[in-house]
């Protein structure tokens, strides 16, 4: 079975904004990817609620962004979230979580693939009372505007974003057996650097 980690969403002023469980599904030694199955319960600050879909997040390290997408109970792609965040830092397979500081704005994906960015209003009410955001404003926008691109073109780190997953129980697997193994070659043969 994958090992379980909690995944902590924070806001820059250090308070907590959403928390889950997830499973380290470890699919490239380049980018740790968490796999949430749907049911999940997701912790947010003004609600608790069971994920809709079934997740895989995305994790690059020393990137602005933390990638969420989504799948229907049939496999389907349904969607991106992507999350604009304090460049992430390195995350060792063992940990048992995981934190990333969002920074308010967002790429999002939809099924059929279009995508637009929101939350640009409030990252601005934002750096009113946090002086730091004010800094890293062009940072975090430069960063927006690249991986709207990318979605855009479906390169980069979206090219690991596959269309449909060959199964929703990766929870269930040994990462060390060889089923384990070929069943993430078969899945993401050649899309992510191992």
């Known amino acids: 079975m994958l090992s379980a980690v909690e995944v902590y969403k924070m ?3 250090g308070s907590q904004w959403g928390r889950w469980q997830g499973f380290w599904l470890p699919i490239s030694d380049a ?3 968490v796999w949430t199955p749907a049911g999940t319960p997701m912790h947010w600050r003004p609600n608790t609620w069971h994920a809709a879909h079934n997740e895989i997040t995305f994790i690059w390290p020393g990137q602005w962004y933390v990638i969420h997408s989504f799948y229907d109970p049939m496999g389907d792609f349904a969607g991106c979230y992507c999350d604009i965040v304090m460049p992430n ?3 060792t397979p063992d940990a048992t979580e995981v934190r990333y500081t969002d920074l308010y704005v967002d790429v999002v994906v939809r099924a059929d693939r279009s995508v637009f960015t929101k939350d640009h209003e409030v990252y601005g ?3 009113v009372v946090n002086p730091h955001l004010a800094e890293l404003r062009a940072e975090a926008f430069q960063a927006l505007d690249t991986l709207e691109a990318h979605a855009l073109a479906w390169d980069g780190p979206f090219a690991a974003v596959v ?3 060959d ?3 990766w929870q269930t697997l040994d990462p060390t057996s060889t089923s384990f193994a070929a069943a993430c070659a078969a899945q ?3 899309l992510l650097p191992l």
């Open 167 to 169: 199964r929703l129980d």
């Open 125 to 127: 009410r934002a750096a």
């Open 89 to 91: 830092p390195p995350v």
């Open 31 to 33: 980018c740790p990817t």
């Open 188 to 190: 993401w043969n050649g």
């Open 163 to 165: 269309a449909h997953l």
């Open 11 to 13: 806001l820059p002023d």
